[in-house]
């Protein structure tokens, strides 16, 4: 069954540096999302993308945070200058045209220390 | 408004027992209802999902039972099995809308024993 993979699985990064998480969506979905999950808490919306640009964002998502496509099958998520409130599970995910179901890939857990 | 309300925030039942786990919104204008199941470590998988022109859906041992007059859905989880341990999210969202994103409620984690 075709999955969403998101690499890396774990990162640690220091305080101020740059995180890139990557995400390939399902091949025949167009519509992609990112999620975060602070340990122990609910899975919150960051931003939605669809035809090449951001279609939803919350207020979570500031300036610190952009999504990128850079070929046809990649999705990333930048933080530009991590700071230790973004240590969380990073949840990609993607959507068909049709149908409602969003598929979640198993995230990607950030720890800025 | 764009809140989803869950509860309870944890659950312990019995092998064989019935899980019972609730929701609220405000919205009006949300018309899909899915919930999701979480393994420690993993991520969000859809596991039933309802719209609001049917009461009740059942798949197997899971069961929606929707009432959209009071604006409430609950997830039921027939005799329930200890490999069903897992955090439970329900979510709301609006087809049609720029993004069909998912609002998630808070969670339940159910343990079953066996």
């Known amino acids: 069954e075709p999955e969403v993979t998101q690499t890396p699985s774990h990162q640690v990064t220091q305080m101020g540096q740059e995180v890139i998480l990557r995400c390939v969506p399902i091949?025949?979905?167009?519509?992609f999302y990112w999620y975060r999950q602070i340990l122990g808490q609910k899975v919150e919306f960051l931003v939605s993308?669809?035809?090449?640009?951001?279609?939803?964002k919350s207020e979570i998502f500031d300036d610190q945070f952009s999504v990128e496509r850079p070929d046809g099958s990649n999705f990333t998520l930048k933080i530009r200058s991590t700071k230790l409130e973004d240590s969380a599970m990073y949840f990609c995910?993607?959507?068909?045209?049709?149908?409602?179901?969003?598929?979640f890939g198993e995230g990607s857990w950030l720890t800025v220390v | 408004q764009q809140q989803v309300k869950q509860s309870p925030q944890s659950l312990i039942v019995q092998k064989g027992g019935i899980s019972i786990i609730n929701c609220a919104y405000e919205?009006?204008?949300?018309?899909?209802f899915p919930w999701y199941q979480q393994f420690p470590g993993k991520g969000p998988a859809l596991l039933i999902a309802?719209?609001?022109?049917?009461s009740e859906k059942k798949e197997g041992r899971f069961t929606i039972s929707f009432n959209k007059s009071a604006k409430q859905f609950s997830l039921h989880i027939m005799d329930s099995q200890p490999g069903d341990s897992a955090t439970y999210f329900c979510?709301?969202?609006?087809?049609?809308?720029?993004?069909?994103?998912?609002?998630f409620g808070t969670g339940t984690l159910l343990a079953v024993q066996p």
């Open positions: 979510a709301a969202s609006i087809k049609g809308g720029a993004t069909n994103k998912l609002i």
């Open positions: 091949s025949n979905h167009l519509y």
């Open positions: 995910a993607s959507r068909k045209r049709s149908g409602n179901t969003i598929y």
């Open positions: 309802i719209r609001p022109d049917v």
């Open positions: 919205n009006t204008a949300f018309d899909y």
């Open positions: 993308f669809y035809n090449n640009e951001i279609s939803e």
